[in-house]
């Protein structure tokens, strides 16, 4: 059996109020015992057990928060799109139209191409302090590379949603609907084995209601759970639909509707808020004060891929979510671990009460605040996953 302590912690976020102050659960002059993998407890160092590990790491006074759960990322592509982003910096606006352009380059590419992408980009997130990814499919668009970019994404990480919905292909683009009866029929036939979640882009020059419906619902019939795209590029019915299908997340939602904001603080479905899309395209952020106050679980994610947010950088958002979303520090923190874990409907990750994953994050600062107080620092010193140092 293995067993560790992690000793001499200045301020422990364990996400758990029966352990310590507030919702982060906060403990100051702390330590953790992991054993295979787990938390078995967490508290103030004077009251450790005796004899509680093996394996002792000294903290050295320095902040230990759970490790970041990044609930929305499309990490399988190929190709780049830099000078868009220069062009958008320049002063054009952002559309959905540019995914076609990753669309034909991921389709060149081959699985071994595509799998190490998959593979740097999580390597990236977990430096970072990332310890659970999403990852999406969406940059096929046929049968054949949706399934293959879900075989890809199922070899980084068992968080993996079905996106054939992302947006209409080019050689679709004079039927529409005929796409939508590929994306609910044979492509989610081939998909639905590989895949847990099932997702949509619904948002002008994507896929409007009525075909968003058809497609989550399809689906859920095949028992794969709702995701929605919802919001990002202006009002509509994401959201609505997002609360009556019971997703799991709602994310963007940048545009939102006082009847949105409603449904979401009354539904199970979190809303999941991705700030380096408006960092990126320079759009408006989302107020996520007005959904918190509303009573809406809130989650923060990198929402990394190459058109619109690519980062992999929890801790960045964080910093743009305090910064420029009206988030305390402390709200920031807990969207991007027990947000995420929301969102991934997942109570085994997030937070370091007993019983969860040991996965952790020691960060080169005495509290969680400096994640946002000393923004672009890496302050990451280092991760765990399962108990085990990775990053």
């Not at 606006?93 to 995914?99: E, L, Q, S, V």
């Not at 939602?253 to 979401?264: M, Q, Y």
Request: overall charge negative; proline content about 6%.
């Amino acid at each position: 059996m293995s067993s560790l302590l992690i000793a001499n912690i200045g301020s422990l976020v364990t996400n758990d109020p029966g352990i310590g102050e507030g919702p982060l659960g906060l403990v100051r002059d702390a330590a953790l015992v992991v054993e295979d993998g787990r938390v078995v407890w967490a508290g103030p160092g004077s009251r450790t057990p005796e004899g509680a590990a093996r394996e002792r790491f000294d903290a050295a006074g320095r902040a230990v928060i759970p490790g970041f759960v990044d609930s929305h990322a499309h990490l399988v592509f190929a190709g780049d799109r830099a000078p868009e982003f220069e062009a958008r910096m320049s002063g054009r606006p952002y559309t959905a139209g540019g995914i076609r352009t990753t669309v034909a380059a991921t389709r060149q590419a081959t699985d071994g191409e595509l799998d190490e992408n998959v593979r740097r980009l999580v390597a990236e997130a977990l430096r970072s302090g990332t310890t659970t990814i999403e990852c999406k499919s969406g940059y096929g668009l046929t049968v054949e590379d949706e399934a293959r970019s879900l075989r890809v994404a199922a070899g980084h990480t068992p968080e993996v949603t079905y996106l054939g919905a992302h947006v209409v292909p080019p050689e679709y683009a004079a039927d529409p609907d005929a796409y939508v009866d590929l994306a609910r029929g044979a492509m989610l036939d081939a998909c639905a084995p590989h895949a847990k979640w099932i997702d949509v882009f619904c948002d002008r020059g994507a896929f409007d209601g009525d075909q968003t419906r058809a497609i989550l619902t399809a689906g859920k019939a095949r028992g794969l759970v709702p995701r929605v795209h919802a919001g990002q590029l202006g009002p509509g019915p994401g959201v609505a639909i997002a609360v009556e299908l019971d997703a799991a997340s709602a994310d963007h939602v940048t545009h939102l509707s006082d009847a949105d904001v409603d449904a979401l603080a009354s539904g199970g479905t979190v809303a999941t808020l991705l700030p380096g899309a408006e960092f990126s395209t320079r759009s408006r952020y989302p107020d996520a004060r007005r959904l918190i106050d509303a009573g809406a679980t809130v989650a923060l994610a990198a929402d990394c891929n190459p058109g619109s947010s690519y980062t992999t950088s929890i801790p960045f958002c964080v910093a743009l979510a305090v910064r420029d979303m009206n988030m305390t520090p402390a709200e920031a923190v807990w969207a991007a671990t027990m947000g995420g874990a929301r969102a991934l409907r997942r109570a085994d990750i997030g937070h370091l009460g007993p019983g969860a994953r040991a996965d952790a994050v020691l960060l080169d600062a005495p509290s969680y605040v400096h994640l946002s107080y000393r923004p672009g620092v890496p302050l990451v010193a280092r991760v765990w996953k399962d108990g085990v140092p990775a990053a």
